[in-house]
């Protein structure tokens, strides 16, 4: 990315000093620009990276660092394309200023798309831990109440959390909301669903169930998101609704 930068400001200091060619340097630069989308793209999301460096998975790290540096350069392109214009005939200004902002479009999508697998990442996540949950019921429904959630909510709500603290490292606030907006909806659905078509047949399981929901319901609420309400406890959905109306308590604040 600091590369790439550093090859931006030479052609706008060439730009600068040979006018002459400033709409054949506004052509190469988006070439250059376009080839490192590409690239990017093809590393990360391809996952090209895995034969090219060793990797041997394509994580959430890996991503949000990707969307970090599409996101710088997709912001500075708006002032490059202004700076590398004003030398431009207006002959050809016209169809190189469309030809930047085509290459914008491009860096707007790819970032969009790593946020979509972002997303995808922790809906696989929990569709895996989802399928503990039946034996985890099965167990609760024989054995004594514990006040302790289960190694299902437990496990879930780290990787939440990890997931949370990889992306706040790298990505812009409204991103990871924006992200966890979704991730939060998921949450909610996927979760009450799965609990929906488990049998609860004893008190002590449903006390174990209140205790995993609550628990969840918690690393929910700590969760930023795009998707808040002016009214009620932050990030309701669904998993909350399934509480009240399954173990008859006022969901947490």
């Known amino acids: ?52 460096s060793g990797l041997r998975s394509i994580t959430a790290r890996h991503l949000a660092m990707a969307s970090q540096v599409i996101s710088f350069t997709y912001a500075i392109i708006p002032e490059i394309r202004r700076v590398l ?20 479009t491009d860096y707007k999508n790819h970032r969009d798309e790593i946020h979509s697998k972002l ?9 895996v831990h989802l399928r503990s949950l039946p034996q985890i019921v099965e167990g609760w429904n024989r054995s004594e109440d514990t006040e302790q959630p289960s190694q299902f909510a437990r496990s879930l709500t780290k990787e939440v959390g990890y997931l949370l603290r990889t992306l706040s490292k ?6 990871v909301q924006s992200i966890f907006g979704q991730v ?15 049998e609860i047949s004893t008190p002590q399981a449903k006390s174990s169930l209140h205790c995993d929901i609550q628990h969840i319901l918690a690393c929910i609420r700590a969760l930023p998101s795009d ?17 009240a109306r399954t173990v008859g308590s006022e969901p947490s604040e």
């Open 119 to 127: 997303v995808q990442i922790m809906r696989e996540r929990l569709l």
């Open 1 to 52: 990315g600091l590369y790439l930068v550093k090859m931006m400001s030479d052609y706008i200091d060439m730009s600068n000093c040979l006018p002459a060619l400033s709409a054949e340097i506004v052509h190469r630069v988006a070439e250059i620009l376009k080839l490192f989308n590409s690239r990017t793209a093809h590393l990360v999301l391809g996952a090209n990276a895995l034969q090219v």
């Open 227 to 243: 998707n808040l309400s002016k009214s009620g406890p932050q990030n309701w959905g669904l998993l909350d609704e399934f509480l």
């Open 85 to 104: 214009l004003l030398k431009v005939p207006e002959t050809y200004k016209g169809l190189l200023q469309s030809e930047l902002d085509r290459v914008a």
């Open 184 to 198: 939060v909806v998921i949450l909610h659905t996927q979760i009450s669903d799965a609990f929906s078509r488990l």
């Open 170 to 175: 790298h990505l812009l606030e409204e991103d």
